[in-house]
């Protein structure tokens, strides 16, 4: 709904169309009549609670990892991880394309920022050969949130290791989707990232985040984040309806296998769209129109059919590469992919 119109929506990061899911809107309720709405204070106060606790072990047993500690927000991780683990004498090193949230707390950490080409191995191992005093804090996405292309972990992660860096994986557009009962695109390649983001605002259908890492680093972040230590914790009924969303997750491929066989219907059938589709396999399927405003003119001739998408222009993505951000979700039915490709159809002609 927008302005009392209904669209039919390819432009949400609910990928598994878990928002909608009726055990989690229950366990979120139930969550609510026991805890109340909100967490009361910070969680170095009173917000934490066994309800936090819970979901935080669940999640550290899913991903394999020592800890998780819960954010309020991606964003909100991604500013706290990068003020705490970064000083004046390290480098950080990331990906040119990596999320706003990455790059505009690097840009304000004290140490050095390089960054490197969008996937390119080689200019990211050019950029660790230089010499530097501290430590070197490798930062990419698994998933482009723009482009919907996967970054190379693995020889990330090599290239990572011989240099002694630390790497930071954000993986909110991977996590649920991707990898051995929706593990993320870590677990679908292989790598364990010394500092692992997920999100829950894209496929767990809410919104929350945390960050999975060793017990010392863990430890140091709740005594140095500020976003934990200033911030109201997340409410514990939104941990509730977190912690079914997981065995969600977890247990049910066939949200996966929808979103899939949804991925190979759309990309099948805008193989001869005048615009460039990118190769991504995954939710996030941009058709890159170029300028300014024939992209948001594209966008405005869907909406007159029905159809919510959004064009995305510079600075958001380099210049000349304007785009639909078209994204496809478990629940979208096969008609509704074909009305989409129908009236894009329509629109080239
Ligand atoms: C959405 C997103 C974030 C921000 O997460 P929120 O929980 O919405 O604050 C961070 N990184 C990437 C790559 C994202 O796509």
Redesign the pocket.
């Given at each position: 709904m927008q302005n009392g119109t209904r669209y039919l929506n390819f432009s949400s990061?609910d990928y598994l169309g878990i928002s909608q899911h009726a055990q989690v809107i229950s366990a979120w309720q139930q969550g609510a009549e026991i805890y109340g709405v909100g967490s009361g204070g910070s969680g170095h106060v009173t917000g934490y609670n066994e309800a936090h606790q819970l979901f935080e072990e669940q999640l550290a047993d899913w991903l394999g990892y020592p800890r998780a500690l819960l954010f309020i927000?991606?964003?909100?991780a991604?500013q706290a991880l990068i003020a705490a683990f970064t000083e004046k004498s390290d480098r950080i090193v990331a990906d040119k394309l990596s999320?706003a949230?990455?790059l505009e707390a690097a840009m304000h950490s004290p140490a050095q920022l390089r960054r490197f080409a969008h996937n390119d191995v080689d200019s990211l191992q050019t950029l660790l050969e230089q010499p530097i005093d501290g430590q070197q804090l490798v930062i990419t996405?698994g998933v482009f949130?723009m482009d919907g292309d996967a970054a190379p972990l693995a020889e990330i992660a090599q290239v990572t290791r011989h240099a002694q860096g630390l790497l930071m994986v954000?993986d909110?557009?991977g996590i649920g989707v991707m990898g051995n009962q929706g593990r993320g695109s870590c677990d679908h390649l292989q790598v364990k990232p010394d500092l692992l983001?997920v999100?829950?605002?894209?496929a767990f259908g809410a919104?929350?985040?945390a960050v999975l890492c060793s017990e010392s680093m863990a430890d140091y972040l709740l005594q140095f984040a500020r976003h934990l230590i200033y911030s109201t914790a997340m409410p514990p009924a939104q941990a509730c309806a977190l912690s079914t969303a997981l065995n969600v997750i977890r247990r049910d491929d066939s949200r996966r296998l929808m979103l899939q066989a949804n991925i190979a219907r759309f990309r099948a059938g805008a193989q001869s769209l005048p615009w460039q589709l990118m190769s991504s396999q995954t939710a996030i399927q941009p058709l890159i129109v170029g300028e300014n405003q024939p992209a948001v003119n594209l966008a405005a001739t869907l909406r007159e059919r029905g159809i919510w998408v959004t064009a995305i222009r510079p600075p958001t993505v380099p210049p000349g590469t304007a785009r639909l951000r078209i994204t496809l979700t478990a629940s979208h039915t096969d008609a509704d992919i074909d009305m989409l490709l129908e009236a894009l159809y329509d629109a080239a002609r």
């Open positions: 990061n927000s991606g964003f909100a991604n999320h949230s990455l996405e949130s954000d909110a557009h983001v999100t829950f605002g894209k919104s929350g985040a």
